[in-house]
């Protein structure tokens, strides 16, 4: 019991030295194999909304120690909505390229084999599949996403709304990067967490001169 007595306050050292999991308040994205091109080509014929040079996407990751904010300064890419205002193709391109985070040695790690591998696979896109309307402007967004050369299909849900001609479109989950194959573990003492979450924050526009 003499050695228990010490065990109880270091582990609660541990407990206030370990940083929390950004990943615990947000909901999971669900991830299934790759679905292709399963939207109609009909659909094609609803407007094409750009994504506006002010839409950001970004990402938290964390390990024991702590936690790093970066995204991509380069997206673009087309949506499609129907006269009603639903989402009913389209596609999201990130340039890997442009990964930024909130430490730049961190970014050249982020950028290299251990993580995105950007030499190799510049660019990841998002490529709409499903979109329902849950009410109140809530919704759940599913497509393609290729990650590092990998294809899984997520499902998350997003808010939407209409701003004057231009569609506001955002949502916070997490995915687990493993899925993607990013297995880098980080140090033995200080392991990288699954869990990286993401933050989307995109606004869709008419007006060809708002993109890229």
Request: proline share 3%; charged share 25%; aromatic share 8%.
């Given at each position: 019991?003499?050695?228990?007595?010490?065990?109880?306050?270091?582990?609660?050292?541990?407990?206030?030295?370990?940083?929390?999991?950004?990943?615990?308040?947000?909901?999971?994205?669900?991830?299934?194999?790759?679905?292709?091109?399963?939207?109609?080509?009909?659909t094609?014929e609803?407007?094409?909304?750009?994504?506006?040079?002010?839409?950001?996407?970004?990402?938290?990751?964390?390990?024991?120690?702590?936690?790093?904010?970066?995204?991509?300064?380069?997206?673009?890419?087309?949506?499609?909505?129907?006269e009603?205002?639903?989402?009913?193709?389209?596609?999201?391109?990130?340039?890997?390229?442009?990964?930024?985070?909130?430490?730049?040695?961190?970014?050249?790690?982020?950028?290299?084999?251990?993580?995105?591998?950007?030499?190799?696979?510049?660019?990841?896109?998002?490529?709409?599949?499903?979109?329902?309307?849950?009410?109140?402007?809530?919704?759940r967004?599913?497509?393609?996403?290729?990650?590092?050369?990998?294809?899984?299909?997520?499902?998350?849900?997003?808010?939407?709304?209409?701003?004057?001609?231009?569609?506001?479109?955002?949502?916070?989950?997490?995915?687990?990067?493993?899925?993607?194959?990013?297995?880098?573990?980080?140090?033995?003492?200080?392991?990288?967490?699954?869990?990286?979450?993401?933050?989307?924050?995109?606004?869709?526009?008419?007006?060809?001169?708002?993109?890229?």
């Amino acid at each position: 019991m003499k050695h228990a007595s010490f065990l109880v306050p270091a582990l609660a050292a541990f407990a206030l030295v370990a940083c929390e999991n950004p990943a615990d308040s947000t909901t999971t994205a669900t991830v299934s194999e790759a679905q292709g091109d399963s939207k109609e080509s009909s659909t094609a014929e609803d407007p094409a909304y750009a994504i506006s040079h002010s839409s950001t996407v970004g990402f938290v990751g964390s390990k024991v120690t702590g936690s790093h904010e970066g995204g991509f300064k380069t997206v673009h890419g087309h949506l499609h909505i129907s006269e009603e205002g639903d989402l009913t193709g389209g596609s999201i391109e990130i340039d890997m390229t442009s990964t930024w985070s909130d430490n730049d040695k961190l970014t050249e790690h982020l950028k290299n084999e251990d993580f995105f591998d950007v030499e190799n696979h510049p660019t990841a896109t998002f490529s709409l599949t499903s979109y329902a309307d849950k009410g109140d402007g809530n919704y759940r967004i599913s497509g393609d996403f290729m990650l590092r050369g990998v294809t899984k299909n997520i499902s998350f849900p997003a808010t939407a709304q209409k701003d004057g001609e231009d569609y506001k479109v955002q949502a916070e989950f997490d995915i687990n990067r493993k899925d993607w194959g990013i297995e880098y573990a980080g140090k033995a003492d200080d392991l990288i967490r699954d869990e990286v979450v993401i933050k989307l924050d995109l606004i869709i526009s008419p007006d060809a001169h708002h993109s890229h």
